[in-house]
């Protein structure tokens, strides 16, 4: 009596286990778990790739500098040379700026040609 208790025992708790394990997979294999799976691989190679291509600026950065200071140094050049300043372009023309009235681009000094007035 007790092998037989005990071998439909042991049945009853390999067929529950099979079953969760079945169930874990097929849920595992459901498009939207296959979707959330592919985001989340996605986002961690987008990390490590972030990080090593910032590790990669940095080298590369830091190399420019001291090669940079090497070729200063061999070439015998001021390490801060004094730069002109940089110039500025308006974004949008001023004409009342004395050099758009001293050198007029319209004819007639006026700035704008209007027909009715040519007539």
Do not use: C
């Not at 025992?9 to 959330?36: D, I």
């Not at 500025?88 to 704008?112: F, G, M, Q, S, V």
């Amino acid at each position: 009596m007790f092998r037989r208790t005990f071998w439909f025992t042991t049945g009853v708790a390999t067929g529950v286990w099979a079953t969760t394990k079945v169930n874990r997979k097929l849920r595992q294999l459901t498009p939207e778990s296959l979707a959330a799976a592919a985001a989340n691989k996605a986002i961690e190679t987008g990390h490590r790739l972030k990080d090593r291509a910032v590790g990669f600026a940095l080298d590369v950065r830091d190399n420019m500098a001291r090669r940079e200071a090497e070729l200063q140094d061999a070439l015998g050049l001021d390490a801060d040379p004094e730069l002109a300043p940089p110039r500025r372009l308006a974004a949008i023309e001023n004409r009342n700026d004395p050099r758009y009235i001293d050198t007029p681009k319209y004819p007639y000094n006026k700035p704008y040609n209007n027909r009715n007035e040519d007539h």
